[in-house]
Structures are given as C-alpha cells and as structure tokens.
C-alpha cells in the first residue's frame, strides 16, 4: 500500500525535479514479413507494425491522465531489418526504411528503430547492403533510427564494419547538412548492443524476444541530482545509500506504467529500463548530479569515479525494484542532451577524451558529440574503434553517437532542437590513424571471453 507521504514525494518529484517516463516501447519482430522482394517486404512491414502497434499511443496516453505520470515518447522497435530482407539491394532496403517511416507517422508515435545490421563477426550481403543504405534512408525520413552493432566481446571488433560505419556517419551528415547533420543523431555504432533497448537511437526487437513486447524507459537524473545537493557533505557511503533509495522510488514509478501498458495491450512486459536520461531543460542533467557530490565541472579529477558511484548505485537500486532490469541501466552522459554537459563542454572542462575516460564506467559511451565538419573519416572510426574496446574488453556496453557538423569546426554552436538539443563542437585529436584504419579485417576477441 502507498502512503500519502510516498503519493505527495511522488508528485513533487514530476512537478518539480522533472520526474518522468522517457519512453513506452513496444517490440514487434518482423520475421514473418521477411521477403527479397522489396515492394513486398514493405508492404508486410507496414502492415506489421500498424496493425501490431496500433493501440499503443493512445493506451500511453491514458495511462498519462489516470496516474498523471508524464510519458515523454511512445515509440516502436522492430527485428533488425537486415535479418528480414535477404538479399536486398541498398535501395530495396530503402523502401522498407520508407514504409517503417509512413508506418511511425500514422502511429503518431515520436520514433522507430530497428533499421539495423549485426555484424560483430562478418557480413552477410544484406547486412553490407544495409549498412550502404543508411545515409539515404535517413537522410529520407523522419523517424526511422538506423544502429549497427560492430563488436562483442564474444567476438571482438569487426574493423570492416567500423570502416564503413565512418562512411555512413560521414555522407549522413553531407546529406543532412542543411539541419547541422542531424540525421547523425539517429545513428548509433554498438559494441555488445542489448537485445531489449527501449531508448533511441539504438532500440531493435532482438532474435530471442515475444512477437509483441512493452520495454519502458524511465528518467529521473533531476530527481538524483536534487537528493544528492540535500544530502550536503556526507561520505561516499551515505551518498550511495541515498542515490540506491531514489533509484529504487523511480524504478517502481516505471514498473507501475510497464505493467499498466502490458495489461492494456494484452502483450508481455519486457524489462525496465532505469538509465538517468537527461535532456536540455535546467535541472534534469546528471552532469548536475555529479558536480552536486563537490566538482567544481564535470570533467574536472575526479568526475570518472563520481560517475563508477553513481552508475552503480543506480542499477543496485533499480534491481531492487523490479525484477526485470534491462536494456542498458545506468547513467547516460550524452553532450547535447545534458544542461550541464553542454556548459562543460563550452567552457573547454569537458573534452572528448574526458568522456571516453567516463564511459567506461557508465551506461552506453560517445553519445550525441557534435565535432568538426571536416573531420577525416579515419578520425571518426578510430573514435568508434576506441569506443568498442572498452564495451569488448570490459564486457558492457558501449556506443557512439557523434555528429560531424557540415561546415562548422569546433567552438562554434550545432543547434538540433528538442529532446536532441544543442552542443557546442568539439576538437578531435589532429594526428592521423588512417594506416591503422586501413588495415582492416577482425581485431580478435579478449582471452575472457573464453567463460563457457
């Protein structure tokens, strides 16, 4: 039973500390649609997905006025595509980038992924095909989010795909460049991707998920960082002990509205997602939350074991609420998407080897870096090598999302509105490492991946 007390400290968390439902996901696998006729496969996966999908805004929203928990997106995540369409040409699989595109209008839902190749260990024809198709097919519609899953630990880097994921994220920018690049904000490069991510841009629907499943991600980086700043001057034990207890009040809030949509659906719930997500508006940013425990900015000594605190006590938190935690859990540091990240990052305290310190010990890496139009393919995939490898060596995950701004170089400002926000772009490391990048072929696997 709720008391009036936990009722009262819920509300002030929503109206107050920016407390809300980052998103209502709803997995739906295509296989059944799978055909190397492109005209076809379209056709079945826009009928899939509305038909599957159909209920979903609306129950979202009725969920929203009955328990008055704001729910940011509704969104979709299908089977990798690249899985589904045999043999396609790039352009047949832009036409079923077309149709997921029509189907997310009509849905009136905010966005949908799936669009996605899994090539940690090689490619298959199609998936290559998919990969090659990606700046076009974002570059053509507004809510399709494209991600190509690179490395695993199991495997190691696949350094073909990496070299060809520079070449996506380069043309997606030119052929973007109008809106500052930003079909690159909706393509991610994985290593180890989860199977049942329900954030953007890198949620599928996974080989081993139900036909239908409702995955939740919930939010709540200005609910920590305000329990942090009450907590005053207390040691690194308490500190944990309060984050664990607020992580915990948020999680059950996003079990709460998984069950309710499952019921209403009449379909699985999935996991809870209980990553910290922040976005642009003041006082919803976990840089905030880090500086709240005593640095003076994010980025200053210090920030990388602020971060190992809080993305630890989060998740011990998180699992104590629900038993099903998943997709990703933790903190995310994107730039563009954080207050306090952005204001770093201008002021020069927060650099792109700063951030790839941190991701080792947080939720997903290199997420949402805005960095100069002119930066050489090689540099963009020796970033995402980089990254990979600590997902690869560590066992967790990691990602990149960095926009390469068409025309701009760094200092200057990349406005990309919404939930996206602004970033000012950021230097990257002058010094070539194309002859490493060309080398090509398989970084091999780490000796602990050998576990079975």
Same mark, same amino acid.
């Given at each position: 039973m709720l008391e009036t007390g936990d009722i009262l400290e819920t509300i002030n968390m929503i109206r107050g500390e920016n407390l809300d439902i980052r998103t209502v996901t709803m997995g739906v696998s295509l296989f059944d649609c799978a055909s190397g006729d492109p005209d076809v496969l379209a056709a079945r996966v826009y009928d899939k997905v509305t038909r599957s999908a159909e209920k979903l805004v609306p129950v979202a929203e009725g969920i929203e006025k009955k328990y008055g928990i704001p729910i940011v997106n509704k969104r979709v995540s299908v089977t990798p595509v690249s899985l589904i369409g045999g043999g396609l040409s790039p352009e047949g699989f832009v036409k079923t980038a077309r149709s997921l595109d029509r189907a997310a209008a009509d849905l009136g839902i905010n966005f949908i992924g799936g669009y996605t190749a899994l090539v940690q260990k090689g490619m298959t024809k199609g998936a290559e095909n998919l990969i090659v198709s990606i700046p076009e097919a974002l570059s053509e519609t507004s809510f399709v989010c494209s991600s190509v899953n690179a490395a695993s630990t199991k495997a190691g880097i696949n350094m073909d795909a990496v070299k060809l994921c520079g070449d996506v994220i380069s043309k997606t920018a030119y052929l973007t460049r109008e809106n500052d690049s930003i079909g690159c904000a909706k393509f991610v490069v994985f290593a180890n991707a989860p199977e049942d991510n329900p954030f953007m841009a890198g949620a599928f629907h996974g080989a081993g998920e139900p036909e239908t499943v409702i995955?939740?991600?919930?939010?709540?980086?200005?609910?920590?960082?305000? *329990?942090?700043?009450? *907590?005053?001057?207390?040691?690194?034990?308490?500190?944990?002990? !309060?984050?664990?207890?607020?992580?915990?009040?948020?999680?059950?809030?996003?079990?709460?509205?998984?069950?309710?949509?499952?019921?209403?659906?009449?379909?699985?719930?999935?996991?809870?997602?209980?990553?910290?997500?922040?976005?642009?508006a003041i006082g919803d940013s976990v840089a905030h939350i880090l500086e709240n425990m005593g640095l003076g900015s994010v980025g200053a000594p210090g920030t990388t074991a602020a971060l190992a605190l809080l993305n630890d006590a989060v998740k011990k938190g998180g699992v104590m609420a629900s038993g099903s935690v998943g997709g990703l859990s933790g903190s995310f540091i994107p730039v563009s998407e954080d207050a306090g990240m952005i204001e770093a990052a201008g002021r020069g305290f927060l650099t792109l080897?700063?951030?790839?310190?941190?991701? *080792?010990?947080?939720?997903?890496?290199?997420?949402?870096? *805005?960095?100069?139009?002119?930066?050489?393919?090689?540099?963009?995939?020796?970033?995402?090598?980089?990254?990979?490898?600590?997902?690869?060596?560590?066992?967790?995950?990691?990602?990149?999302?960095?926009?390469?701004?068409?025309?701009?170089?760094?200092?200057?400002?990349?406005?990309?509105?919404? !939930?996206?926000?602004?970033?000012?772009?950021m230097p990257v490391n002058g010094c070539s490492c194309e002859d490493f990048i060309s080398r090509g072929g398989r970084i091999p696997a780490p000796i602990h991946s050998l576990r079975n």
């Open positions: 995955n939740v991600g919930v939010s709540g980086p200005g609910v920590v960082a305000a *329990a942090v700043k009450r *907590a005053g001057n207390c040691p690194f034990n308490e500190l944990a002990e !309060l984050i664990k207890k607020t992580a915990f009040k948020i999680t059950r809030m996003g079990q709460l509205v998984a069950r309710e949509a499952s019921d209403q659906l009449g379909i699985p719930f999935g996991i809870v997602d209980l990553s910290l997500a922040p976005t642009p080897e700063k951030l790839e310190a941190m991701t *080792a010990v947080c939720s997903v890496g290199l997420d949402m870096i *805005a960095i100069p139009g002119d930066t050489p393919v090689s540099s963009i995939c020796g970033i995402i090598a980089d990254e990979l490898s600590i997902g690869v060596a560590n066992t967790k995950t990691t990602a990149v999302r960095v926009i390469p701004v068409f025309g701009k170089k760094a200092g200057e400002t990349a406005e990309f509105g919404g !939930l996206l926000g602004y970033a000012p772009i």
